[in-house]
C-alpha cells in the first residue's frame, strides 16, 4: 500500500505505503498521508534489529544526490519563498504571459517538492533528531507559503474562460507541458472560488488538519498504554508498534489478552478521539460546501475527477463478494484448528516458514518475477538497487514502516524500508520497487508538470509487483507446506488491501453521512456504527452460524486507524488492488497488448485524468469487472490450497492393518 504526503492544494508528493501483509494499527497502510507544514511523526523504532554489523554502502540511501549540502538545502528554501513572491507579477497577466507564468508556478512547486524530499527524508531516518525534525517543518512552511502565492492561478484562469484556455492549447506549443493542469483547472470551474476565498482556505490547511495531530499525539505520546504480560512470562508496554508485534501471538489466550488490554485502551479516550475524528470529518464537509458540492464524498474524489460511482460500485460489489470472504475465513479457521474464529485470530500466519531471505535474495526475485515486464524495466530496476536508492535496515530513531518518495523529479525515487529478513519484507521491497518503478517510467516520459500520478492508481504497480512475485515464489517452493505459506500471505494480503479497506470506506461513508445530516459524532456512536458494519464484513450474525465472532471489544478498532482523518483516502487501496488484480492476471496469461497497456499507463504519469488513464489500460473501476476479479483470484488460491491440504490429508490418513494369510 502507498504513503503520499498529501500538502495543501494542488501538489502531492508521489509516496508510497507499506505493503498489506506489514500492516499498522487497524491494518491501514502505515505510512499515510501528513499534512504540511507538520513534520513527519516520529514513530516508536521498527522491531527488528538492524544487522549485526554496519550496513553496507549500497543498502543506504544517498541524499546528497538531491542537495550536496545542508548550506545548498537551506538556499533551496529561501529561494523558494523568493520565487512564491516573485509569482504576485503574475497576478492579472495570465491572458497575456499564460506560458511564462506557467513556468515560473511550476518550477517553484519543483523546488519545494524537492527540498522538502531533502528534510523529510532526513529527518525520518533519524526521528529523534529536532534539526531535521525542525528542518522538514520549514520546508512545509515554504510549501504553505507557495499555495497562497499561487492560489490565484485557478480562479483567474476561469476567468479568462475555457474556450480561450483550449485556443491557447491549441496554438502555443509551449503550453503542452501544462495542458493537463489547465484542462483540469477549467473541469474544476463549479467548485472554483474567488481568490481571496481560496487564498483563505489555503491558509487553513494548518488548522483544518489539527485534528489529526491531536490524535497523534494522544496514541502515540501521551495514552496510558497499559502494561500485558504474557503466559511465558514476556512482559511488554502495549503500544501501537507492540500491537503489531504481539496481536499474531502463537497462543490464543495471548491473543485474546492482547485485544482485551488494545481495544480496552482505546475505549478509555473513545470520547477524546471520538472528538478529534469528528472535528476532521466536519473540516471535510465544511471545505465540500465551501467549493459547492452536495457531499464530502463527492468532494475528496473529484480532486482527481473520479466519479463517485466508482466509491459507490466498490462499497457495493464488495459486499455482494462478502461469501468470498466468508469461505477464507471458515478456511483460516480450519487450519487454525478453532471451531469458533474469533477476531483476535485474524493475525496468526496459516503456516509457518522457517526462512530468511537476504536483501540480495529478495532483490534478485524481484528481478526474476518482474522479467515478465521486459528488459527496459528490469535494467532500470537493477540500476535502483545499485544506486544507493533506499535505506534499507531498521535503525534506532529510524521510522517504521515503509515508503517510496519520488518527488525529486529532477534525481530519482528513495525508498525507506525497515527489511528484517522475513518474507513480509520481501514483498515490501517488491511493493515499494513497484511504486520506484512508477515514478521513473513516469518521469522519463512527462515533463514535470505532467509527472505527478495520482494517488487513485498509486498502489497498482505496487501491487501488481506483489501479484507477479507471487507466482515466482509458487514456482520456486520446495514444498507443499511452503506453497500453502505463499498462497496464504496472498489471502491475507488480499483480506486487507481489498476488503478491509472497503471494509474502511463502508466506514467512513457512513460517518460523513451522518454529518451532513446533521449529526454529531461522538465516541461511542462511532463504535456503534463500526461494530455493524465489522460484523457484517466478518459474517457475525449472532448465532451459531456466525462465520466470525466479533465482541463489543473491537468496537474501538476505528480509533486505531489514522486514514480516516484524510478525507475518503483509503479506498484507493480498494480500488488498486482491484485494478492490478485484472492487469496483472492479463500480463501474466500474455493476452494481446496487456503487457504494453500497463507499460503505457505508468509512463503516463498525470497527463489525463487517471480514471481515464485506466480504462485506457482496460480497466473501469465504475464497473463490478475488477471488484469480481479480485474474488476469482481469491477463490483461485484457495481452490489450490484446498488441494494441496486435502492431498496432505490424503497422505498421512492412516490405514487399516491388512490380515496375512494362514
Not at 370 to 397: C, E, H, M, N
Request: charged fraction near 20%.
Amino acid at each position: 500500500m502507498t504513503r503520499r504526503l498529501v500538502l495543501p492544494l494542488t501538489l502531492t508528493l508521489v509516496t508510497s505505503t507499506l505493503s498489506a501483509a506489514t500492516a499498522f494499527a487497524g491494518d491501514a497502510p502505515v505510512t499515510a498521508p501528513v499534512t504540511a507544514p507538520a513534520a513527519a511523526p516520529a514513530a516508536a523504532p521498527a522491531a527488528a534489529p538492524a544487522p549485526a554489523s554496519a550496513p553496507r554502502l549500497k543498502d543506504t540511501w544517498d541524499l546528497s544526490a538531491v542537495y550536496p549540502t545542508v548550506d545548498a538545502w537551506a538556499a533551496a528554501v529561501a529561494q523558494v519563498n523568493a520565487d512564491a513572491d516573485a509569482l504576485a507579477a503574475c497576478k492579472g497577466q495570465l491572458a497575456t504571459k499564460l506560458g511564462p507564468c506557467l513556468e515560473q508556478r511550476f518550477a517553484v512547486q519543483q523546488l519545494v517538492n524537492r527540498a522538502y524530499t531533502y528534510a523529510s527524508n532526513h529527518s525520518n531516518v533519524d526521528t529523534r533528531n529536532a534539526e531535521w525534525q525542525a528542518r522538514s517543518s520549514q520546508a512545509g512552511l515554504a510549501y504553505t507559503h507557495f499555495s497562497e502565492a499561487s492560489a490565484f492561478f485557478g480562479p483567474e484562469l476561469l476567468a479568462i474562460g475555457g474556450p480561450a484556455i483550449e485556443a491557447a492549447i491549441q496554438t502555443d506549443p509551449g503550453l503542452a507541458p501544462y495542458d493537463a493542469f489547465l484542462r483540469s483547472t477549467l473541469k474544476d470551474a463549479p467548485h472554483t472560488l474567488d481568490v481571496a476565498t481560496e487564498e483563505l482556505l489555503a491558509s487553513a490547511g494548518t488548522v483544518l488538519g489539527e485534528p489529526d495531530h491531536i490524535r497523534g499525539i494522544l496514541v502515540n505520546a501521551e495514552l496510558p498504554w497499559p502494561n500485558v504480560v504474557l503466559k511465558d512470562g514476556t512482559a511488554f508496554r502495549l503500544n501501537p508498534s507492540a500491537w503489531t508485534l504481539h496481536r499474531a501471538a502463537a497462543d490464543r489466550d495471548d491473543r485474546k489478552t492482547v485485544f482485551d488490554a488494545y481495544y480496552g485502551a482505546l475505549k478509555g479516550f473513545q470520547g477524546t478521539l471520538g472528538a478529534s475524528l469528528g472535528a476532521a470529518v466536519e473540516g471535510h464537509w465544511l471545505v465540500a460546501k465551501a467549493h459547492h458540492y452536495d457531499s464530502s464524498v463527492a468532494a475528496s474524489v473529484d480532486a482527481d475527477h473520479v466519479p463517485v460511482a466508482v466509491y459507490n460500485t466498490l462499497i457495493a460489489s464488495t459486499n455482494k463478494n462478502l461469501p468470498t470472504l466468508h469461505r477464507y475465513l471458515k478456511m483460516r479457521a480450519k487450519i487454525l484448528g478453532v471451531t469458533d474464529l474469533q477476531y483476535s485470530d485474524m493475525y496468526p500466519g496459516l503456516v509457518d516458514l522457517n526462512r530468511a531471505f537476504s536483501v540480495d535474495e529478495a532483490e534478485a526475485l524481484t528481478l526474476d518475477a518482474t522479467k515478465i515486464l521486459g528488459p527496459t524495466y528490469t535494467s532500470q530496476l537493477s540500476a535502483g538497487f545499485a544506486g544507493r536508492w533506499a535505506d534499507v535496515y531498521p535503525s534506532t530513531g529510524k521510522r517504521s514502516g515503509a515508503y517510496m518518495d519520488g518527488s525529486a523529479y529532477a534525481v530519482h525515487p528513495f525508498l525507506l524500508l525497515n527489511y528484517n529478513g522475513d518474507y513480509d519484507s520481501v514483498t515490501t521491497l517488491a511493493h515499494e520497487w513497484g511504486h520506484a518503478m512508477h515514478s521513473v517510467l513516469s518521469s522519463k516520459n512527462q515533463p514535470y508538470a505532467k509527472a505527478d500520478y495520482s494517488t487513485f492508481i498509486a498502489e497498482i504497480a505496487s501491487t501488481c509487483n506483489e501479484a507477479l512475485l507471487m507466482q515466482t515464489m509458487l514456482k520456486n517452493a520446495k514444498s507443499d507446506d511452503e506453497k500453502l505459506f505463499y498462497l496464504g500471505s496472498q489471502l491475507e494480503g488480499l483480506r486487507t488491501t481489498y476488503f478491509r479497506q472497503a471494509q474502511f470506506a463502508e466506514f467512513e461513508l457512513a460517518i460523513h453521512d451522518q454529518v451532513e445530516h446533521g449529526q454529531p459524532l461522538t465516541g461511542e456512536g462511532l463504535s456503534t456504527t463500526y461494530l455493524e458494519i465489522l460484523k457484517r464484513y466478518y459474517g457475525d450474525t449472532g448465532g451459531a452460524d456466525a462465520v466470525t465472532h466479533i465482541t463489543e471489544r473491537e468496537a474501538t478498532e476505528w480509533a486505531s486507524v489514522p486514514h480516516f482523518y484524510y478525507n475518503f483516502y483509503v479506498y484507493q487501496y480498494a480500488t488498486s488492488i482491484a485494478a492490478s488484480s485484472q492487469l496483472s492476471a492479463d500480463i501474466l496469461a500474455k493476452k494481446p497488448g496487456a503487457l504494453d497497456r500497463y507499460i503505457t499507463l505508468l509512463s503516463a504519469g498525470g497527463s489525463r485524468d487517471p480514471y481515464e488513464l485506466l480504462k485506457t489500460a482496460g480497466v473501469d473501476l465504475a464497473t463490478s469487472a475488477p471488484y469480481d476479479a479480485v474474488a476469482t483470484q481469491m477463490n483461485a488460491v484457495m481452490d489450490q490450497m484446498e488441494a494441496i491440504l486435502a492431498k496432505k490429508a490424503k497422505q498421512t490418513k492412516p490405514t487399516k492393518p491388512t490380515k496375512g494369510k494362514n
